[in-house]
């Protein structure tokens, strides 16, 4: 299935399939050069590599594997740095294309890097994680972290394509795939009622990673973030702002906690209820709100609520 | 005078004339938080700091200076990570503003932090020297250079003014001066014929500064170089490219030479002879072109031809 971020000339689309067999005739309809390099983690590599990687290389693609040491840490200005001087190293005629091949801090370096390096050579996003596959993979938001701030340097500046390959989920630790479904809640909660309904109904075959269940919750889901993003790019008309629910209190917590107690999701769900909690305080909405998404978080096997964190420090 | 880059929502005055007394006024009307950063040498800050930094304080605005060490290699990543970092630690709420006071490193360092801190911030360009008052400061390319190649890492990020204060030029060595008016002599021979004809009569008086003679040149360059970006922000419609007149060989000669023999202005005078020169055996125009224009560079005091150095490495 393919979807369509909506920008004008920087518009491109959102594959969801089962495998990579169809990226080289995609991509070349797209006239690349067909020379580039992979950004990703030896493991990915090891175990997903030859998917991606083999049929690209029969269509005639030149790619050169660049692995980044797996840590958050891999997100700053000196990781960016050795990679780019890393593509400098190499003359190229014509413009390479990057391929970000992993979760989303592989997306968020590779992407930072696309937008610097020559003042900017087109990247492709090939998430491999859930959450990537449903968020950070889209809508161009790259960039790398201080050592005091998360996401303080970085663009906005879109990939030209996404291609969620829903069968790599299958090597997710499960703490991983929870923490993607609370981002799928959130979709559901801000903008799809049959999203939020599906995902009840199938919670355990999503967490199995059912094909046909994942593969919707997953199409559902771009499709929110697609529109989104094409109504709203750099968050300056305060549409982009719906997707950070949950988001307040959730980077809060990630914070206070020095990002090393709870994963992106399972902060994001903790916010989520606190906010929804927040909403009923304020007359925004009822009390069965904040009780059919606490029920929906707990059944995923994800925190509703922090304990153990400073309130000042929130 | 005030010239505009006209760039839809991004479009914005360049602005010719000979203090800084009406810079807040016009940075007021635009709406700006009156916080900031400025970013320079220290002998310029000493030097012409109070003119600009003076009439923005009495005007409220809370600057703070960041001196940057004066030689080329400033326009490193490391550099700029320095910087962020000290932008990062100043906490702000709302959105500061950056202002770029001095030469081409100045401008393409704060412009390129200005383009990744916090995802893009707005920035000022408040060029003193001739070059980057008719070229380098206009138009949006920012960047910094890897220790292997110049400009490889870099955005376009268009400033929100330009501010040209002819005053400050007063204290350029007069090497500095001749080198800008290589530039002024491209946009004569790519544009502008009365340009030409205006510096060939005025040289003396240009190199001399002569207040009208130097703000006619500067504005005239000015008006061709935001035509030029304005219908081509990103080289990619083959128009940008014209500023690139003796540029090719230019930066051949400067990369050569190890970016120490000549200034840039000296660089692109001998290539603007050798293109010439070219075009002349291609049949493009008349042996009368080279002539005057060799001519005109002579008499401005800056190379016509490259000797010792190697041919191959050109």
């Known amino acids: 299935m393919t979807l369509t971020v909506r920008l004008g000339a920087r518009s491109y689309p959102i594959i969801v399939e089962r495998s990579y067999a169809g990226v080289p005739t995609r991509l070349n309809a797209m006239g690349f050069m067909r020379v580039g390099w992979v950004v990703s983690h030896a493991s990915l590599l090891a175990r997903h590599g030859r998917g991606l990687l083999g049929p690209l290389r029969r269509a005639g693609w ?3 594997t660049i692995p980044i040491p797996e840590r958050e840490s891999s997100k700053s200005l000196a990781m960016a740095e050795r990679l780019i001087r890393r593509l400098a190293s190499r003359p190229t005629r014509g413009v390479p294309v990057l ?23 087109p990247y492709l996003q090939v998430p ?15 960039g790398v972290d201080l050592p005091q701030a998360k996401n303080f340097v970085g663009a906005f500046y879109q990939p030209r394509l996404v291609w969620n390959n829903v069968a790599v989920l299958k090597s997710l630790p499960m703490r991983q ?24 109904r199938r919670l355990d075959a999503c967490l199995a990673l ?3 269940v994942i593969s919707a919750l997953i199409e559902r889901s771009c499709a ?26 959730g980077h ?9 107690r709870w994963t992106h999701g399972e902060a994001i769900a903790i916010g989520m209820c606190a906010a929804a909690a927040l909403a009923v305080e304020l007359g925004l909405c009822s009390r069965a709100v904040p009780e ?16 153990g964190v400073s309130r000042e420090a929130v």
């Open 292 to 307: 059919r998404l606490t029920r929906v978080i707990e059944r995923a096997g994800l925190p509703t609520r922090a304990s």
């Open 252 to 260: 809060a917590l990630e914070a206070a906690s020095g990002y090393r």
């Open 62 to 64: 030149q790619l050169e």
């Open 177 to 200: 795939r929870r923490s993607g479904v609370a981002e799928i809640i959130k979709y559901g909660l801000i903008a799809d009622a049959a999203l939020f309904e599906l995902l009840e």
């Open 210 to 212: 059912q094909p046909a």
């Open 128 to 142: 491999t994680t859930l959450l990537a596959q449903v968020d950070s993979a889209i809508g161009g938001k790259v």
């Open 99 to 121: 391929i970000a091949f992993g979760g989303g801090v592989i997306g968020d370096l590779a992407g930072f890097v696309a937008a610097i390096f020559r003042r900017g050579i």
């Open 224 to 249: 929110i973030k697609a529109r989104v993003v094409s109504a709203d790019e750099r968050e300056t008309r305060g549409i982009r702002h719906q997707l950070n629910f949950g988001h307040t209190i």
